[in-house]
């Protein structure tokens, strides 16, 4: 079935220090991907997503592109901040199948921002 | 309130207590879902209600029980839980099944004792 593998965490970096974390996908078909935050005490939210090989999300400066040729969509920012300290979730939509609609979630990396 | 509220935000209960979780979302959506999110593992989605139709049900014990008595309402109904379903639980809805983006609450954290 679906899946997705996200790297484990924490990770800790110092504020403007380059991120990125990698996640790969198991899938068949053609999936959407996405990056959901999680800050502390509250829900998960939609960071960005992609739904198509070789697009790239962006918000609030993180990107991520999808490959297909590595079935990767890794986030990366080039400078974080205190702010950006959360649990980032890979996600995927499958495009077929009984799971049509419902996403598949990474376990969640979580990140670390000193100042 | 907007979006997708839950509550209670956390909950303590003995294993042979009986509780309930709400969830009420304040955009209009016509799907709504239960999540479980456990430390070191995925999110579980456990059930997906569309038109306040149960469409999935994901292998859940049956001492979880959902109920959502209309489009905007959700609940999961807890009894006889065990230590192993602590855990937070997210809810969420969509404007739909299918491809639209779907909009998580804050999360009821649950203790079992």
């Known amino acids: ?115 | 309130e907007t979006g997708v509220t839950q509550t209670p935000r956390h909950l303590v209960m003995g294993m042979t207590n009986k509780k309930s979780l709400k969830c009420e979302q304040h955009l209009g959506h016509n799907a709504m879902y239960w999540y479980k999110q456990s430390a070191k593992k995925p999110l579980e989605l456990m059930f997906v209600y569309s038109l306040e139709e149960r469409v999935e049900n994901n292998s859940v014990p049956s001492r979880f029980s959902p109920e959502c008595p209309n489009s905007s309402h959700l609940f999961l109904h807890l009894h006889t839980l065990q230590p192993e379903d602590s855990a937070l639980y997210l809810c969420a809805s969509s404007q739909a099944l299918g491809g639209y983006e779907q909009y998580f609450g804050p999360g009821t954290r649950l203790t079992v004792t």
């Not at chain 1, 040729?69 to 995927?92: I, N, P, R």
Request: charged share 20%.
């Open chain 1, 1 to 115: 079935g679906d899946s997705v593998t996200q790297m484990e965490g924490p990770v800790t970096l110092s504020e403007e220090a380059f991120l990125t974390i990698n996640c790969t996908y198991t899938a068949t078909g053609y999936p959407s991907l996405f990056w959901y935050v999680q800050y502390p005490g509250e829900g998960l939210q939609l960071l960005l997503k992609a739904t198509k090989a070789d697009d790239k999300g962006s918000n609030k400066g993180f990107e991520a592109t999808y490959r297909k040729e590595t079935t990767s969509f890794h986030l990366e920012k080039g400078s974080v901040q205190v702010s950006d300290s959360a649990v980032y979730f890979c996600a995927l939509r499958g495009s077929y199948g009984g799971s049509q609609g419902n996403l598949i979630f990474g376990k969640g990396t979580k990140l670390s921002v000193k100042p």
